[in-house]
């Protein structure tokens, strides 16, 4: 990956800004009356998890948990691995995934897997991105927030070897 690849934008802030008052606006409706565990998947949905809690109206936690499957490329080693486990109890709670992308879907149904073992009282989806062009495994997605092309996708949080998180705007790299 070079500095001189190109950027094409996806989803600008105020895009982005609207689907994450959405997405909080119906999470808001669907957990009112409960105290669900947020459960967000590092490193890539640090900042659309910020955005979007900063816009919940419940009395909930926030979890995190670093689950990997890619190395230093652009393609999925398709061994997901958990390294950096939660440290709040799962067991009886509303669980909330909250993902930055959904691709081939192995680390998401991984991690849905792995915490309903943990006994949880409901396990949900939050994602803001889905890109099922490349879908290995089916995974349910409770709440979308965009659908995208089959593009290696960075900015808002997602990365490319570590680089482009902070990108404010949704792009893909390439033509």
């Given amino acids: 990956m070079t500095s001189q690849e190109r950027l094409s934008v996806l989803a600008g802030r105020e895009e982005i800004a609207k689907t994450v008052t959405r997405l909080a606006s119906e999470i808001n409706r669907d957990y009112q ?3 669900p565990l947020l459960v ?5 949905v640090f900042v659309f998890m910020a955005d979007l809690v900063r816009q919940l109206d ?3 936690e926030i979890e995190f948990i670093r689950i990997s499957s890619y190395g230093a490329g652009r393609e999925s080693t398709g061994k997901v ?13 509303d669980i909330l995934v909250v993902e930055d992308i959904v691709d081939t879907g192995l680390t998401v149904s991984f991690l849905l897997d792995y915490l309903s073992q943990k ?3 409901s396990l949900k989806l939050c994602a803001l991105l889905d890109k099922p062009s490349r879908r290995r495994v089916q995974v349910n997605i ?5 659908t995208v092309p089959d593009k290696f996708i960075v900015g808002y949080g997602l990365d490319c070897n570590e680089e482009f998180r902070c990108l404010p705007d949704i792009c893909y790299l390439g033509d």
């Fill in 33 to 35: 009356g409960k105290r």
């Fill in 58 to 60: 419940l009395p909930g």
């Fill in 142 to 146: 409770d709440y979308l927030g965009f």
């Fill in 40 to 44: 967000g998947a590092l490193k890539g």
């Fill in 119 to 121: 006994n949880p009282a």
């Fill in 81 to 93: 691995k958990v390294v950096q486990n939660m440290e709040t109890p799962a067991e009886g709670r």
